[in-house]
């Protein structure tokens, strides 16, 4: 069992950065690999980024690549999403999940553990 808690969304202008983590208990942080999901009002929930931890890999969706950097501390059983040059089309509720998958990490359907969400609002 892991237990995921998000935090560090808020409201930010277009072209602001936020940074989002993700807090880890139970199981070994590390035994999973990690993802953040977003949902907007009315759309369904959609990746965002994955890492791979064993294989030192990240994935990104299109639409941030470039922009938002998925990263983690072994340490602190955290992750993070460094989110850059924000737009109002990244405004959702943002998600952290954990699979024992190794393959199709941007599947949100082949994550067993979710957190709560935080809230990121981007204004224009």
């Known amino acids: 069992q892991v237990y995921l808690v998000e935090s560090g969304g808020g409201l930010v202008q277009a072209v602001g950065s936020l940074r989002l983590s993700c807090a880890a208990s139970?199981?070994?942080?590390?035994?999973?690999?990690m993802g953040w999901f977003r949902q907007a009002p009315g759309k369904e929930r959609e990746f965002v980024a994955a890492i791979w931890w064993i294989a030192g890999s990240t994935y990104y969706a299109d639409s941030v690549k470039g922009r938002f950097t998925i990263s983690g501390d072994s340490a602190k059983n955290t992750l993070y999403l460094q989110m850059n040059s924000l737009k109002p089309e990244d405004t959702a509720v943002y998600y952290c999940?954990?699979?024992?998958?190794?393959?199709?990490?941007?599947?949100?359907?082949?994550?067993?553990?979710w957190g709560q969400g935080t809230q990121v609002t981007v204004s224009s």
């Open positions: 139970g199981r070994a942080f590390s035994s999973y690999n």
């Open positions: 999940a954990a699979t024992a998958a190794t393959y199709y990490l941007e599947r949100a359907s082949g994550y067993d553990y």
